[in-house]
């Protein structure tokens, strides 16, 4: 508001922050943030603490929401008419644009959590008119109210749009569960503005595979490429060289990217007939008036034919609403121009074209429209390693039906983890490679008699906690990938990350092999439980007698179960809790620790006892002594709260990010450290939680809350364990 604007009104005392943009820790922009752990506080679950989704979807009346949302589907809607009366191709694009963000680097992104009804996804260019398919799936979600959720109405929505258009989907699970604010956790880009130039996210533009991890997208506010071109200039080849990079990004290889270009693009039109910028601001941007809707078109007259989105105009078929071959009966069919859309935008039209091929127009049927194609369409017939997959579907259109239907399911369901966790009755029961299956394991083994031959296998206390440790790290809640259930660890390519120290791992599985030999046990189970033996026998020699909760059933994957080069994105590159890096980033080490709780679930105070405790167990990555600040080590005590925060000792760096922890008086060395350790004195927030587990009489809790976070990291994967799950 400007000093004119404000000059005139009464002033008001206002004590609360509530604008975006400001903050009281703006002071101090290089302050660890410790926002990305807390970011699904139950403050912003309006549910409440007993309200279980999944259990809650399990009552759902099926049969009755799948008519419902056939019905919606050609139910077009005066104040935002569907196109050809059929709203499928919005509702596709808004499922395709939800599940589309995911990306494999870090499992973020993807349509499990229902973002898109949030800032900045619901406001990005790319994203223009979904406001409007949200809208028009309200009816159905106030119907059905807590047994679906926004996350599964809305990838729902796009299924029955295939099907309805007359396409035989794979399949469909419901078990996706709202989230209630923004993300905080995922890096969309650096960039300060809408649709930079892609050569900000590039070493070299020219060369795909230089795009910054870990991104997917070309642009900011893009999910994918940008249709006109790289950087808006029209070249197929080097924008086939950018979708198969993005693609790629999101786990699809070039035939599964090409069959969902062609199966995404069989069907629905492109949006640019008219003028783009007479169109209102995105919602995150509109008036209390627009209630959250976005982008108005003041031409847009109540005809479908007006809308404004992408600036492309037109369909891709003959028949834009239903499914059939007419995509590539088109574009390799005719010879195809450039032109410019009547929104000004790049697009490619068809040479001499027969009226009957044809599409009509959105609004009036007696009228004929140019088909169009982007440059990513183009690239499909030009580009070297799409082409061939093209022919090869066209040759044979009941595999490209079934290529199509398995990327498609693969892209709504990429972040939901294994079978497992699949609810409702169109959910598919084949095991598929990208679900990373596991075998079930045994139950009906002796725990007791496993624990016993551990406990005498000569393994140190270390070794242990560490192998069960790194097996279990790699675990993302992101998209339900890693974790110790399946023994992965032992198979290529975890056996052989350097985070893993293979030589250890080596000697501790081989130990590992013959106790779950003699004893029935799955190896992943013995892995987990051999952990638990290290910690209760550190507790001990600590005066603590406890024993760490176990459940058995974990199952060992083989390699006919694994995709080795999928598992290659989970290879940690740091890790704080074992205090080690695999080389000098340019990010500092804490900000890749809250990256790594995060992935794995864990609060700040979880986090902080998880290193305080592993620091005492001897599980240093190649055994260095930074951290541990004790003369008791192999004992879990809380000396390293303790003497991280005593005022006795001094901090003083020693050079390559390490740290010598001196007596105040003699100036002696008593301990080395990381920058991992001493944000955790450093940081007040962090430094709190070290003063509760420092607190005489906090030794128990420490031992116990410890414990608590490690059973949490070592289940974090056992889906089998979920109330009534199937």
Known sequence: MSDQQQSGRCPVIHGGNTATGRDNMNWWPESLNLDILHQHDRKTD??????????????????????????????????WPADWGHYGGLFIRMSWHAAGTYRIADGRGGGGTGNQRFAPISSWPDNASLDKARRLLWPIKKKYGNRISWADLIILAGNV????????????????????????????????????????????????????????????????????????????????????????????????????????????????????????????????????????????????????????????????????MGYFDLLFGYEWELKKSPAGANQWEPVNIKEEDKPVDASDPSIRRNPIMTDADMAMKMHPDFRPVCEKFMADPEYFKECFARAWFKLIHRDMGPRTRYIGPDAPQDDLIWQDPIPAGSTDYSIEKARKRIAESGLSIGEMVSTAWDSARTFRGSDMRGGANGARIRLAPQKEWEGNEPQRLARVLEVYEKIAAETGASLADIIVLGGSVGIEQAARAAGHDILVP?????????????????????????????????????????????????????????????????????????????????????????????????????????????????????????????????????????????????????????????????????????????????
């Open 161 to 324: 749009a295939y099907e309805s258009m007359g396409f035989k989907t794979f399949g469909f699970s419901f078990g996706r569960e709202d989230i209630w604010h923004p993300e905080k956790d995922i890096y969309w880009g650096a960039e300060k503005e809408w649709l930079a130039p892609s050569d900000e996210r590039y070493e070299d533009v020219s060369n795909p595979a230089t795009m910054e991890n870990p991104l997917a997208a070309v642009q900011m506010g893009l999910i994918y490429v940008n249709p006109e071109g790289v950087n808006g200039q029209s070249d197929p080849i080097k924008t086939g060289d950018q979708v198969l990079e993005t693609f790629a990004r999101m786990a699809m290889n070039a035939e599964e990217t090409a069959a969902l270009t062609a199966g995404g693009h069989t069907v629905g039109k492109c949006h640019g007939n008219g003028d783009a910028d007479a169109l209102g601001p995105e919602p995150e941007a509109g008036g209390v008036e627009e209630q959250g809707l976005g982008w108005t078109n003041p031409n847009m007259g109540g005809k479908a034919a007006n809308a404004v989105t992408s600036g492309i105009e037109g369909a891709w078929t003959t028949n834009p609403t239903r499914f059939d």
């Open 550 to 726: 176990f459940i058995p059933g974990r199952g060992d994957a083989s390699e006919e179960m694994t995709d080795a080069d999928s598992f290659e994105p989970l290879e940690p590159v740091a890790d704080g809790f074992r205090n080690w890096l695999k080389r000098d980033y340019a990010v500092k080490p804490e900000e890749l620790l809250l990256d790594r709780a995060q992935l794995m679930g864990l609060t700040a105070p979880e986090m902080t006892v998880l290193i305080g405790g592993m620091r005492m167990l001897g599980t240093n990555h190649g055994g260095t002594k930074h951290g541990v600040l004790t003369d008791r080590e192999g004992q879990l005590t809380n000396d390293f709260f303790v003497n991280l925060i005593d005022m006795a000792n001094a901090w003083k760096p020693a050079g390559n990010g390490t740290y010598e922890i001196r007596d105040r008086q003699s100036d002696r060395v008593k301990w080395t450290a990381s920058r991992i350790d001493l944000v955790l004195g450093s940081h007040s927030i962090l430094r709190s939680y070290a003063e509760v587990y420092a607190q005489d009489d906090n030794e128990a809790k420490f031992v116990n809350d410890f414990v608590a976070a490690w059973c949490k990291v070592m289940n974090a994967d056992r889906f089998d364990l979920e109330p009534l799950q199937h």
């Open 46 to 79: 309006p549910m409440g603490e007993t309200f279980d989704y999944r259990q809650e979807v399990r009552k759902l009346d099926f049969e009755a929401l799948n008519k419902d949302m056939h019905a919606l589907m050609t139910d077009s809607q005066a104040w």
